[in-house]
T-cell receptor
Framework: SAVISQKPSRDICQRGTSLTIQCQVDSQVTMMFWYRQQPGQSLTLIATANQGSEATYESGFVIDKFPISRPNLTFSTLTVSNMSPEDSSIYLC???????????FGQGTRLTVV | GENVEQHPSTLSVQEGDSAVIKCTYSDSASNYFPWYKQELGKRPQLIID?????GEKKDQRIAVTLNKTAKHFSLHITETQPEDSAVYFC????????????FGQGTELSVKP
């Protein structure tokens, strides 16, 4: 499986600020995804990061709040903008194995907004 | 859109017993059903998956069954061990997008020695 590195692993941020999370994969992958896991909850898909085009957002998530970049086949960023305490969550990137469509996760970014 | 329901939310078993976690899905077009294990503070790890052209799949102590007609799939863990204690998530996806997953609510499994 691909090795996925996410940075930062955790951060504490002031409300109203923005944080950009990076996801680096050790091999080229077609599909990259961003998920949110609120405290004690399940995972919710935020968006699909498309290489060379705008991300595709799921219902309830918008580009102004969660802008995503995907400049190449090994890297993506998720920005959490104008943060509020309700944005405190773990954010995870995920990549899909091109050969058999299995999905693997990065270690996550634990965000606390104060 | 797809909705995945998972039961139970918590499950406590004695070491050596079996554990069963059940999920139902709503979208008949879903065709890929992975199960993830998440230990405290760790990332979700894929433990087993099943595709809609198969009714059952087994990997050592772990098995998954799928009933397409009922839109129901289950995870079976036999001879449970304390290290099986974790939160387990079922998920579903469709088409060729195995990474675009809709997750169940999770089951916290506790295996008591």
């Amino acid at each position: 499986s691909a090795v996925i590195s996410q940075k930062p692993s955790r951060d504490i941020c002031q409300r109203g600020t923005s944080l950009t999370i990076q996801c680096q994969v050790d091999s080229q992958v077609t599909m990259m995804f961003w998920y949110r896991q609120q405290p004690g909850q399940s995972l919710t898909l935020i968006a699909t990061a498309n290489q060379g085009s705008e991300a595709t957002y799921e219902s309830g998530f918008v580009i102004d709040k969660f802008p995503i970049s995907r400049p190449n086949l090994t890297f993506s960023t998720l920005t959490v903008s104008n943060m509020s305490p309700e944005d405190s969550s773990i954010y995870l990137c995920s990549v899909e194995n091109t050969r058999n469509t299995e999905a693997f996760f990065g270690q996550g970014t634990r965000l606390t907004v104060v | 859109g797809e909705n995945v329901e998972q039961h139970p939310s918590t499950l406590s078993v004695q070491e050596g017993d079996s554990a069963v976690i059940k999920c139902t899905y709503s979208d008949s077009a879903s065709n890929y059903f992975p199960w993830y294990k998440q230990e405290l503070g760790k990332r979700p790890q894929l433990i087993i998956d099943i595709r809609s052209n198969v009714g059952e799949k087994k990997d050592q102590r772990i098995a998954v069954t799928l009933n397409k007609t009922a839109k129901h799939f289950s995870l079976h863990i036999t001879e449970t061990q304390p290290e099986d204690s974790a939160v387990y998530f079922c998920a579903a996806s469709k088409g060729n997008q195995g990474g675009k997953l809709i997750f169940g609510q999770g089951t916290e499994l506790s295996v008591k020695p």
